[in-house]
């Protein structure tokens, strides 16, 4: 899970879970739920992570602060008003699979099973890349390096963009 949380960066702003700072926050937890073997786990739990978070509101917090600040302070959580997450930072992950002398980007897993390596890269809307991590045993050449980094910009692009997409249809599916 540290790969994954790594992967996401700095996808969200952590200070909208602080309630009352050093002493009250929200915890949020994500659990992910494969419902098939067929393609790349880590992109498709980035992709719903995207989706998820955008459709997550922190209810809205209310402090009493009492009269020393030791004391534990009163809070009221509304059950109306809630606080929407900006999911337009949040990277996206590819997967550029090594098979041979070649990469696929979006490899099944029959095409997987043929990898020598495997490199996942994260990256959000500016192009900047938030974690890479490589699984399997093969090395790569730092020239192989930059061309999948300049392919995986490419293709988080296009990504991010559908993902938007969806989930702006999405929203406004439900506000009807």
Known sequence: MMELIYLLGDGIDLSLLVVVEGK???????DGL???????LLDALGASIKAALSNTGI??????????????????????????FDTSPVP???????????YIVGATSEEESQLSSAVSI??????????????????YDPSFILDMISVAKHVSEQLINKLDSEIDAAEAEDEL
């Open 24 to 30: 009250i926050c929200w915890d949020l937890y994500i």
């Open 34 to 40: 494969d419902a098939s073997s067929d393609g790349n």
């Open 59 to 84: 209810p809205m917090v209310h402090v009493a602060v009492g009269a020393s600040s030791d004391e534990q302070p009163q809070v009221d959580i509304s059950d109306e008003e809630f606080l929407q």
């Open 92 to 102: 996206v992950i590819v997967t550029l699979t090594k098979v041979g002398r070649h």
């Open 122 to 139: 994260s990256v959000n809307r500016k192009g900047n890349i938030c974690g890479i991590t490589k699984r399997g045993g093969a090395g």
